[in-house]
């Protein structure tokens, strides 16, 4: 499902949102948004995005989020598949933030080591 803003040849894939309330797709798409920006500066490329969603009801009225982060870039493929949580933005923020620390240690974008001369 494209997005405004977003070139053609990037895609942001949502799996099972379907699902989810009308609230809970609004969460999850305004975060994808969010993140998809930060991801693709981090990146210097086009990217895209598949987003899997799974819901377990356990006893009682709360569900569990099961969050599958799929990142394409040109030169790698990023995963993340060890978000659970009980509530779904939190869920969200654990699958982007390992994406983006695996950015981090792939790319080496943090200019934390000096360079030797």
Do not use: C
């Amino acid at each position: 499902m494209p997005k405004r803003g977003i070139n053609e040849f990037e895609v942001i894939q949502f799996i099972g949102l379907n699902k989810l309330t009308a609230e809970e797709q609004a969460t999850v798409q305004e975060l994808t948004t969010e993140y998809f920006k930060k991801i693709k500066r981090s990146l210097n490329n086009l990217i895209n995005i598949a987003l899997q969603i799974k819901t377990y009801e356990k006893e009682g009225k709360r569900k569990k989020y099961s969050i599958n982060l799929r990142i394409n870039a040109p030169t790698k493929e990023f995963a993340s598949n060890k978000s659970q949580d009980w509530e779904l933005p939190r869920a969200i923020h654990k699958a982007y933030q390992d994406i983006l620390n695996q950015i981090k240690h792939t790319m080496h974008t943090d200019a934390t080591r000096p360079t030797r001369k």
